[in-house]
């Protein structure tokens, strides 16, 4: 099966406004049937608002447009993130002034409103998702593409998988890490072993567990996998293993599917923004170089095969590696950019793979361009002499 993705690329032949991408975000919204979708249905649009002095979110010229489409069609809007960011979203202009809808913590003011399901998955037993989610009847889950330390990509699994749910079960995503141990005490040799394994990393990507002192602990973001900490740790004491890498994008796919199984069937689509991609998330509060050039704007009913083709599109272009931080590393140009910035075991497409698996949408898909770019040609030019 085949899903349509709807796009609008970044790229204009004329200097005219109906060229540029929130233009072109109005045709997706009419392919996407936004309008007549949403009459009388509390519309939940989820958006990443950012925080501290990061400016690289999505523009309210583009959410007005969604708040707008939803009023037309007779729905009721509201944006949302969690408690933390909306707390200073007016510092990025999103107000109910600006955008036309009132901007609510999804998990209400103290992050404590939400709705528990049960499913294991490694270290979880538990997915409390936000009330505010919960209780709305349709979402439009609006993401900002851009590197994530954890995963490689954030993208709208990642809106939805990290801000659709409360503090605890984030935060229990992020230790899903850890389940598979990786550190075993009993095959070193000596005391100094542990001080060679920590002494070997670059990018502090180990530390001695806090809990557990005399054990070591592997900070998956920072880490990408260079290995030079496996050439001084003795056999089997210590792994750099994809199976701890890629539990954070199946917990993802994970908590995309508990929060998306509290809408009626067809009560959601995705949009997401791929423009001024940074290394690492929103949620770090500031805005670095861009490391990809701008790829568009996406949207689809069919969330897997939205995340594809703008993982897709990103892979058309090199990574701007003189736009990277001084402080990381590539050392493989191997696979998706993205994974040249963030390491091997990153791979962005695991999260897609995993929501495919829950059957939450396809890997397939045809991508319709709402505005193809008119390919200019220019005859040759005549000799103009100086004067
Ligand atoms: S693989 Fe490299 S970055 Fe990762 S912990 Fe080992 S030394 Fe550090």
């Known amino acids: 099966m085949t899903s349509t993705v709807y796009f609008g690329s970044p790229r204009q032949a004329h200097l005219k406004a109906e060229e540029t991408l929130p233009a072109k975000l109005d045709l997706i919204i009419e392919k996407l049937q936004l309008r007549e979708r949403v009459k009388d249905e509390l519309v939940a649009i989820k958006l990443h608002v950012g925080n501290n002095i990061g400016y690289s979110v999505i523009h309210p010229v583009f959410v007005r447009k969604i708040v707008q489409a939803v009023k037309d069609g007779g729905g009721k809007p509201f944006v949302c993130d969690v408690e933390w960011d909306t707390a200073s979203a007016a510092e990025r202009g999103y107000t109910p002034e600006v955008l036309g809808c009132p901007v609510f913590p999804v998990g209400g003011l103290t992050g404590k409103y939400y709705y528990a399901h049960e499913r294991t998955f490694k270290n979880i037993r538990e997915w409390k998702v936000a ?3 919960q209780d709305a009847t349709f979402m439009v889950n609006f993401a900002h593409a851009k590197g994530h330390p954890s995963c490689a990509y954030g993208g709208a699994f990642k809106n939805i998988a990290l801000g659709c749910v409360v503090g605890p079960t984030r935060s229990a995503m992020h230790d899903s890490c850890h389940f598979d141990p990786y550190w075993f005490r009993d095959k070193t040799n000596h005391a100094d072993d542990f001080k060679k394994i920590l002494a070997a990393c670059p990018h502090g990507a180990i530390s001695e567990d806090k809990e557990s002192p005399g054990d070591l602990h592997l900070h998956i973001e920072p880490c990408n996998q260079c290995g030079r900490c496996l050439e001084v740790a003795p056999p089997e004491s210590w792994k750099i293993d994809p199976v701890n890498f890629h539990a954070f994008q199946e917990a993802c796919a994970n908590s995309v599917d508990m929060s998306l199984s509290t809408f009626e069937p067809g009560k959601h689509t995705h949009l997401v923004l791929a423009t001024q991609m940074t290394p690492v998330c929103d949620c770090f509060g500031f805005t670095s170089m861009p490391i990809l050039p701008d790829a568009g704007i996406f949207g689809s009913d069919d969330i897997v095969a939205l995340d594809q083709a703008v993982l897709d599109k990103m892979a058309e272009s090199r990574l701007i590696e003189e736009n990277v931080p001084t402080s990381m590393e590539i050392h493989t140009r ?28 396809n890997r397939s898909y045809e991508l319709v361009d709402v505005y193809p770019v008119e390919e200019k040609t220019f005859g040759s030019m005549g000799y103009i002499p100086a004067e």
């Open 131 to 133: 009330g505010m989610i």
């Open 334 to 361: 191997e696979g998706h950019p993205l994974q040249w910035l963030h390491g091997p075991y990153k791979d962005p497409y695991k999260v897609v793979e995993y929501g495919a698996a829950l059957g939450l949408g």
